[in-house]
């Protein structure tokens, strides 16, 4: 049963996804969202294994987690309206969330969950023996230099912290592949690092590896490296340019080159085979950004349905039960003005 | 004359230099996509897209640059500085003194600054005020496309390194990518004058350090930048109904700063209102405070600023940052009280 | 009472609480030997030696703070904040602030700060003003034992982040390992008062945010911390001889910042000098202007601050940082000026 | 008659830090003074190899390389002295040591050689395809965040820089092993550099192996780590407490423990076996500061002439020759006041 257990929770997470996916399509919620379509499996498989007293540190893509710790989902909404009764009194907002109780903060500065959770293992190694911490980020975070510190950190003190790597292989329009040297779990290993890759859109997988790894930090506390692929359902955040590319590849695709093939011809600047292969490597970076949008094979819980359904499992009541829990959290809530029109009134 | 965004201007100029100079080159994250047309134009030997790295890539365009080459260094967003601060304040700053004068470091920080679109504090900040108090560093805040077209050739030829800061608000392409996305069902308290405008055909570059009157006035000086210079115009319109006649000053640099403009208005109108962006606390307005006492000056003054962490919702973010109404309060308070005291 | 030395002073704070609450613990490079006595004592479970890795491990001061434990984390010198500036700047000054004020970030960062030894521009800075520009810290820079143990204790019984700067021309130990490194054949100009004293029996926290005038009079205020108040002190005597009553104020804190005392005394004297060994532009010298002109007073006024790179040569960085002699002349030159303008 | 001349430019770097060291005794030199006694041999092995257009980037024992480099020793004195016609008219001082002519750079922030010659190799290859750039570091300078950045950085962009090493097992106080996860040959061939250790107290093996390499650089640009064992034969700086421990075991000794052993039995505190733990640590390390200094077998310069001296050669007369350069270097200065005294004049 526990994968319908988990599937439901990927269900969840994916449902408040989309639900702020549609206030923020309305104008309700402001600056860049980031969704976490395409981390369920991750977020899933993971969380299932964190209790009481342990530590998060998120990324831009805080959500998911937050929703499978817990985190009641109408503070959150609240919080991304901008309202006083919001998680944070609307004071963070959708790449600031926090909260205390479940010991889980997120934030905007890319790699920075690494020194985070580091500072969480520490605090759960000398007051809290058995708890544990967890880092989340991407691929990209890779690269940067705080976040390689602390894995040193971690070997070097013995923490209790889970690496988690969601390597969804974009970094905004950069495919990370081609900025990062090496591989990332040897680069992992490189630090003394204990790693293990796993398929990030097969929850079962993540949940099984995570349960053992996790169950061994408790016990005896040092840093673990999990590589989990993932993918990024949504690009890199709502209504992208390589997001609308993908929705509506001619329109958008020629907003983009207008500006591009005017400078194709330019006199001075470099000869035509190097114009030539910067121009093949932006159609290529468009044509790739569709592919994770189209494919049902990189969404993980398409993968996990029919994983189940072909175990003759029923996943339809799962997905009814969850939409309406949805409907009546978006019901709850009034949105009195879109977070880009007069700055009024919010209550609930 | 043509007329453009201010993003436009700003990759025009960076454009015309890159084809005037091949050492000139851009590095960045994402610099292929968000300079698409340099990069198709100039290729991966002008144009580098740069790992999530800043401290080593910022830290490496200091080594480029007193090597012989002219970079561009893209930080996103002027928040990100803090993980590359050590290249800014230990290294690009400190090398022609440290070197006795006898090695520069022509380069350029390109970043884009600034609220008012609801992306948090974390996103949001201005920070010029951090960097102008580092010697060695020349700070650049235009306000409109054809300053930015103007600074932003002066800093690429400059032999020393610029922060160049490209407000968002204005910056169209930023704010498309960061606050609309697309949507229509948002808005943003965009400038017109200082998001699309003329750059004369005939431009070249702007020299440092010299501020600009924007609108002249006997009662009471407002010295500002950026966004902030576009609010003090829109209240001092509304301060010219309440019969407050506003001199406006839009200081573009923050280093050098042009201290003579901000004197000569003050001792004329006996009054300063500061109106910056950037965090109150031993900042500009506090510069500004000591510049007219130290020239002997003794206004009534007052300042409007951002003095907490920007706050995410958008009504309290509006409240965080100078707008209009606290602009129009703050001056109307100053001008209620007695004519400058002495001069 | 116990007379000891600026450093120890502040070891004993730390010690203090290290032995009444087991969630202090100390972080940073080379802490085993800086802080061998507390090693010794509490061990490897409290006290933790770090990897050269400024970012991460502020950063994890940081988490370390919000989950329950109360780090002293150890920059060696402040200029090596350059490179965990991210975590300052975007993290322990924003958690509050980010949670709707619901997660605090109880955490001292101890940093040792200044110059006057001869060691270069990157290692001798101050950088107060930088810090206390970002919203959501504490700045503390304390001029003699019985304040640095005082404000120490308050700073680790604090539920925010503190930015406790140590001058290292009064920390025997800093010095001595940096400056002197046991050569009799080097002079430095240590203010006595500050690197040794009295600090009472009896003394427990020191509040935050109290300046404290060390010298009245009242021709002149001069306002000024850390090694900078004792040069203020000892203008303050050769001014005395040339007829010029100064009061001088010690302000412990930048931030919070006690505009009360300045604002008190500027009120009585009408002419205020700022002596800042921080950088000139948009720091604490303009913060005070600011503060006394929004206070509706109009004093004449100068300021004593470091105006560019630190030169390594010591007769250079005589002159660069501020100095008696110039605070005597600049202190000159304001009491020539007519008594103050109007109040 | 390649290994005399190496032996050769190896004494004359010893002869120049030693120059220093008597002008820093003697007052005249002010600061943090870090020695690169112990380094020699792998600042000539890799400095023979570079030619003008190449550039090397420095941290904070700048001068074995710079001398080596052909810096003139006479302007690098007089800048230490805080002169205006020192290298850098007295404004950079011992850690901040620059040459343009020389392309050479150096700084007191750790681990920023990593960028830095990250930007003078990308310059290199745009601007003069054939050169290189050297990034030289401690071992202590591995966990900086930013080193490990360009690391990354040179792989993924290509350039044609030398990361060196100088592995000294310390950093200050620091056995750099107890806070240095995994291997540091693992660590950078995690970012997908090609790597190699040398001896770095042979000066035949670095300057064979950083020939090899840096001819393959010069020709196909690419990043290459070598890493070099040395030994910091004159403790983390001038005079530090760990150096005059070593020279004044008793003295020195007794006054650093004055401190420890007054906490030792202090009531309220951790056990006693942590405190005993912690003591021998401290005791070791002390301990361990001595070995350096004291034996013959970690000194590059003594064991090139040991091998010399087993081939016949002459080693007597260079030894000689240089002394007296130094001499010659050393009278043509004149110090009128110590760094520490009066700040009078400072003419030549
Ligand atoms: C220090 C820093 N640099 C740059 C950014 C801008 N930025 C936001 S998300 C992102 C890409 C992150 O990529 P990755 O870590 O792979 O996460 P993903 O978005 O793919 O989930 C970048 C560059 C930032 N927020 N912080
Ligand atoms: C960013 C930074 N942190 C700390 C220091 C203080 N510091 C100076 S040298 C040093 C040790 C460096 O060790 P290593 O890189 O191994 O070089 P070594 O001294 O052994 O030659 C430290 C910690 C510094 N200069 N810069
Ligand atoms: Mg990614
Ligand atoms: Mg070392």
Redesign the pocket.
């Given at each position: 049963m526990v994968e319908l257990e988990l599937y439901k929770a990927m269900v969840r997470a994916r449902a408040f996804e989309l639900v702020l996916a549609e206030f923020w399509e309305a104008g309700a919620i402001s600056g860049?969202m980031?969704l976490g379509t395409g981390?369920e499996a991750v977020a899933a498989g993971v969380t299932r294994h964190l209790r009481s007293g342990d530590a998060v540190s998120l990324?831009?893509?805080p959500t998911p987690v937050l929703t499978l710790l817990g985190v009641d989902l109408q503070l959150m909404l609240a919080e991304m309206l901008g309202r006083e009764d919001g998680l944070c009194r609307g004071r963070g907002g959708h790449m600031h969330l926090f909260s205390k109780t479940h010991l889980a903060a997120s934030s905007?500065?890319?790699?920075?969950s690494g020194p985070l959770a580091a500072g969480f293992a520490l605090t759960a190694k000398l007051l809290r023996p058995g708890n544990i911490a967890v880092a989340f980020?991407?691929?990209?975070?890779?690269n940067?230099g705080m976040l390689m510190e602390s894995m040193n950190l971690a070997v070097a003190w013995k923490l209790p912290l889970l690496f988690v790597c969601?390597?969804?292989?974009?970094?905004?329009t950069?495919r990370?592949v081609d900025v990062t040297a090496g591989s990332l779990l040897e680069r992992a290993a490189g630090f003394g690092l204990p790693c293990q890759e796993v398929d990030g859109l097969d929850v079962m997988a993540v949940a099984e590896t995570a349960g053992d790894v996790i169950g061994q930090m408790r016990k005896n506390p040092q840093p673990f490296f999990l590589l989990a692929r993932?993918s990024?359902l949504d690009s890199?955040q709502m209504g992208d340019p390589m997001r609308r590319m993908a929705q509506h590849p001619v329109g958008e695709g020629g907003k983009t080159f207008g500006n591009v093939t005017k400078h194709l011809l330019a006199p001075r600047g470099s000869g035509p085979v190097t114009r030539i292969k910067s121009l093949m490597h932006l159609l290529a970076l468009l044509g790739d950004s569709r592919k994770d949008v189209r494919e049902h094979k990189t969404d993980p819980l398409f993968l996990t349905r029919q994983q189940l359904e072909q175990a003759g499992q029923d996943t339809e009541s799962i997905e009814q039960d969850v939409a309406r829990q949805m409907e009546q959290l978006v019901d709850s809530v009034q949105v009195d003005s879109p977070a880009g029109g007069a700055h009024g009134k919010h209550d609930l | 004359m043509a007329n453009m965004t201010f993003s436009a201007a700003i990759d025009r100029a960076v454009m015309e230099a890159m084809a005037a100079d091949e050492c000139v080159i851009i590095m960045g994250?994402?610099v292929h996509m968000l300079r698409s047309a340099h990069y198709t134009r100039f290729g991966q030997q002008r144009v580098f897209p740069a790992p999530?790295s800043?401290s080593s890539f910022v830290g490496a365009a200091v080594g480029a640059a007193m090597s012989g080459l002219r970079p561009i260094v893209e930080?996103?967003?002027v928040?990100?500085v803090?993980?590359a601060m050590d290249a800014v304040l230990n290294h690009m700053a400190k090398i022609e003194t440290f070197s006795g004068g006898k090695w520069t470091c022509p380069l350029v920080v390109r970043t884009a600054c600034g609220g008012g679109y609801g992306d948090g504090g974390?996103?949001e900040q201005t920070l010029w005020g951090m960097f102008a108090s580092i010697p060695g560093l020349t700070i650049v805040v235009p306000s409109n496309p054809a300053d930015a077209y103007g600074l932003m050739k002066t800093a690429i030829a400059h032999d020393g390194p610029v922060i160049f800061l490209e407000h968002k608000l204005l910056s169209e392409s930023w704010l498309e990518f960061l606050g609309r996305l697309g949507r229509q069902t948002v808005a943003f308290d965009v400038p017109a004058a200082g998001a699309q405008g003329d750059v004369p055909a005939n431009m070249d570059s702007l020299p440092f350090g010299q501020a600009i009157v924007r609108r002249t006035g006997n009662a009471l000086t407002i010295v500002s930048l950026g966004v902030g210079l576009h609010r003090a115009l829109e209240a001092a319109d509304q301060l010219a109904e309440h019969g407050v006649d506003c001199e406006v000053i839009d200081l573009r640099c923050l280093q050098p700063l042009d201290a003579r403009t901000v004197i000569e208005s003050v001792s004329k109108t006996g009054r300063l209102l500061v109106v910056d962006e950037d965090y109150k606390s031993c900042g500009l307005s506090g510069e500004l405070a000591a510049i007219v006492l130290e020239s002997g000056l003794s206004p009534h003054y007052a300042r409007v600023c951002l003095e907490q962490t920007i706050p995410y919702a958008r009504h309290l973010e509006a409240e965080a940052l100078p707008n209009t109404q606290r602009i129009v309060e703050a001056a109307l308070r100053l001008a209620a009280g007695e004519k400058q005291r002495d001069v």
């Open positions: 860049e980031h981390e990324d831009h893509r905007g500065i890319v790699g920075s980020f991407g691929e990209g975070a890779m940067q969601k390597d969804n292989q974009w970094a905004i950069t990370s993932t990024r890199h | 994250e994402d999530i800043e930080v996103m967003l928040d990100f803090g993980v974390q996103h």
